[in-house]
């Protein structure tokens, strides 16, 4: 392999490690000999939740661009990402400089994982969380939460969210169409595998007996969501900090949010700090705005955006893109696995040098 193909493949690497919504890498990464573009991967057609414009869907594309740039910044370069300001595909570009003949990899987007475990109590250092609470990118900023009020009052809004997410048939496919349960499953390298998600004794055994949607449903007339959306809460509940991302609403926004969130949850990571994203509340939010909520959630959710705003110090226009919840872990979780490459790096340029070293 030459020196770029080399370089080209471990900078595709590193972008690929990003976090995606349920781990569905929705995303391709193109080089045509000088340009890197990120475009929309269709994957799991039939359940995803997540199309190419979706908030969710931008997020992960802007983690994967930020995780690029990072590691041009370890190896001393710096290049722009053009993004496509109307909208379609690809979402973004960025023209190469030259390469060095040498990978230097970042030590971010490699300590970066999610951890759904239980953290301890203990508070955090406040020079950790000042240092978070000055992050920014584009108009998106980072508020810590740390009071117990205020952790209280955020955390009731997860749950009335997790309690609409519990209702809807469409999220509740696409989670069990992302469950990787057998070796066989976790092999495949995406979706979530079982073992990363810090289930209580049971909890595997209850996840199954609920797959069957027709099932839930018919529990849910006795108040299963309500259960269900209780056991979410219980760890984000005991957490010495929430971190938020916020923004603006506008693809661009979602995208440097995207960026921003990839960034601070690196640095919490490198600092020894658990993180666990919570998507819920902003998945509910969009879709009270795309007026595709279960039916009767509308008046609850729409009380979730009223309370998250003020809670937040939001603008008009501004909303919600991720909160995390962070802590000192108490496991080393297990790492949630990625696709090969060669089904997220498409790359017509140097495709015969890759054959050969193969
Ligand atoms: C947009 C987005 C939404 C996510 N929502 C959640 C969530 O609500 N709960 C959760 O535990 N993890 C959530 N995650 C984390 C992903 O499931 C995780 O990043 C992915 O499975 C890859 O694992 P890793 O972060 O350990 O690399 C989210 C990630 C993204 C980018």
């Not at 802590?327 to 340029?349: C, M």
Request: charged share 20%.
């Amino acid at each position: 392999m030459t020196a770029t193909a080399d370089f080209i493949v471990r900078l595709a690497e590193t972008g690929a490690m990003a976090p995606t919504a349920d781990n569905g890498q929705a995303c391709y990464i193109d080089w045509d000999g000088r340009t890197l573009g990120l475009a929309y991967a269709q994957r799991h057609a039939a359940s995803n939740v997540f199309g190419p414009d979706s908030h969710g869907t931008l997020l992960g594309i802007g983690a994967v661009a930020e995780n690029i740039s990072a590691a041009l910044a370890a190896n001393g370069l710096d290049a722009p990402w053009q993004w496509a300001e109307a909208g379609g595909q690809p979402y973004g570009t960025l023209a190469l400089p030259s390469l060095p003949g040498q990978f230097a990899a970042p030590a971010g987007p490699a300590a970066r994982h999610t951890n759904r475990f239980p953290y301890r109590k203990a508070a955090l250092p406040p020079a950790l969380l000042e240092k978070l609470a000055a992050g920014s990118q584009g108009g998106n900023r980072v508020t810590v939460l740390s009071d117990a009020a205020s952790i209280k009052r955020l955390v009731r809004q997860v749950r009335t969210s997790a309690e609409a997410r519990f209702c809807n048939p469409a999220l509740h496919r696409w989670l069990f169409d992302c469950l990787r349960r057998t070796p066989e499953e976790v092999a495949r390298g995406d979706g979530l595998d079982m073992r990363t998600l810090g289930l209580p004794p049971g909890g595997a055994a209850l996840l199954r007996f609920i797959a069957d949607w027709e099932r839930m449903a018919a529990l849910n007339r006795f108040g299963m969501y309500k259960l269900m959306a209780l056991a979410e809460v219980g760890q984000i509940s005991a957490a010495p900090a929430l971190v938020c991302i916020t923004g603006g609403g506008a693809r661009r926004d979602v995208l440097e949010a995207g960026r921003l969130l990839v960034r601070v949850w690196s640095e919490i990571n490198l600092a020894g700090v658990a993180v666990q994203p919570f998507y819920v509340v902003s998945d509910q939010l969009n879709r009270l705005h795309e007026g595709i909520l279960p039916p009767g959630f509308e008046q609850k959710i729409g009380a979730v955006e009223a309370e998250v705003g003020q809670l937040l110090a939001l603008a008009p226009g501004q909303q919600l893109h991720m909160i995390l919840r962070v802590g000192y872990p108490t496991v080393e979780p297990v790492r949630s696995r990625r696709l090969p490459l060669d089904q997220v790096l498409r790359h017509k340029a140097f495709s015969k040098d890759l054959a050969s070293s193969s």
